[in-house]
């Protein structure tokens, strides 16, 4: 964490290797956080949280192998707040379907990769989150944008679901970690970011 003004920023690290981690950083710093790119482990180690973007999960993992970030990301979310949305969401979970793949298991989730079908690849919808979101971040609907989005088929015991789409969660959390299947970066709420730095 560092101090502005007098004020305590939280270092939210964006993982930076492939997606829209731009749009995060961004919504980060309007959420009240500070964002920093995250490319390395120790660029990683000196953050407070972290968000893993959308973009292509397989690739996503091979760019982690190449940078050997793959065992200090691990480490990172075994103490340490994750934030996962749509390629991130498949990332974190403990299976991937469709097919299956390596992730880190940090929550307790069944997830299916591109699940809504080639037909339909984009939306923008308007969910209403469940009253511990709202109670939480604030009151009101939420626009979803989704863009091949995975769909949470299994939520473990342990995982609260703060919002669905057509009868699916499309926004938890397992104690210190969130995940999204949409792209909450590509709004200007600032809601859903904010509810993440609530938990560095």
């Known amino acids: 964490m560092s101090t502005t003004n007098g004020a305590v920023r939280k270092r939210v690290g964006v993982l930076a290797l492939q997606g829209d ?8 710093a309007s959420a009240g956080g500070e964002p920093v790119e995250v490319r390395t482990g120790e660029q990683l180690r000196a953050v407070d949280g972290l968000v893993i973007p959308g973009g292509e999960s397989t690739t996503m993992l091979k760019l982690l192998n190449m940078m050997d970030l793959v065992e200090p990301l691990a480490e990172f979310a075994r103490t340490k707040p994750v934030f ?3 390629a991130g969401a498949i990332l974190l979970a403990t299976e991937v379907l469709n097919p299956s793949q390596q992730s880190f298991g940090a929550m307790d989730l069944t997830v299916e990769r591109n699940a809504y079908g080639r037909q339909i690849d984009s939306r923008v919808a308007t969910i209403s989150p469940a ?10 609907d939420v626009e979803a944008v989704f863009i091949r989005a995975p769909i949470i088929r299994r939520t473990g015991p342990g995982v609260t679901v ?3 789409y057509d009868g699916d969660p499309v926004l938890v959390e397992q104690g210190r970690h969130l995940v999204a299947t949409f792209h909450p970066e590509l709004t200007h709420d600032s809601r859903v970011h904010k509810l993440f730095l609530s938990k560095i």
């Open 21 to 28: 981690f731009d749009a995060h950083a961004k919504a980060i």
């Open 84 to 86: 996962g949305t749509c």
């Open 131 to 140: 009253a511990e979101f709202q109670r939480r971040a604030g009151e009101g």
């Open 162 to 164: 703060l919002a669905e």
